[in-house]
């Protein structure tokens, strides 16, 4: 099995920040890429940021300049810095990690419980 733990959700003031950390533990042999997305009430669940180990960060135009994705490769963990923060950016945030499981060995994509991000005044 594998899990993945998000947590640092929160109430904030519009122009906050917060700082959301994942962890995956388990059954991984290898991860591959690492992501946040979100959903906000009412909504489809949207790709906020992703990175691809060795690789550069990816991210959806709405937080491009305020947010920032990085990895602990060696906890396997993925962080992302919210900054500026906007009422738009309310949603429940979801960690997602393509990887392989030791055994059997397969590559699959798993999902975190998420975390809720309100920002508010």
């Known amino acids: 099995q594998v899990q993945l733990v998000e947590s640092g959700g929160g109430l904030v003031q519009p122009g906050g920040s917060l700082r959301l950390s994942c962890a995956a533990s388990?059954?991984?042999?290898?991860?591959?890429?690492m992501a946040w997305y979100r959903q906000a009430p009412g909504k489809q669940r949207e790709l906020v940021a992703t990175?691809?180990?060795?690789?550069?960060?990816n991210y959806a135009d709405s937080v491009k300049g305020r947010f920032t994705i990085s990895r602990d490769n060696a906890k396997n963990m993925v962080y992302l810095q919210m900054n500026s923060l906007e009422p738009e950016d309310t949603a429940v945030y979801y960690c997602?990690?393509?990887?392989?499981?030791?055994?059997?060995?397969?590559?699959?994509?798993?999902w975190g419980q998420g975390t809720q991000v309100a920002v508010s005044s």
């Open positions: 388990g059954n991984i042999l290898s991860i591959n890429v």
């Open positions: 997602n990690a393509d990887l392989w499981t030791r055994s059997p060995y397969r590559y699959n994509t798993y």
């Open positions: 990175m691809r180990t060795g690789g550069s960060p």
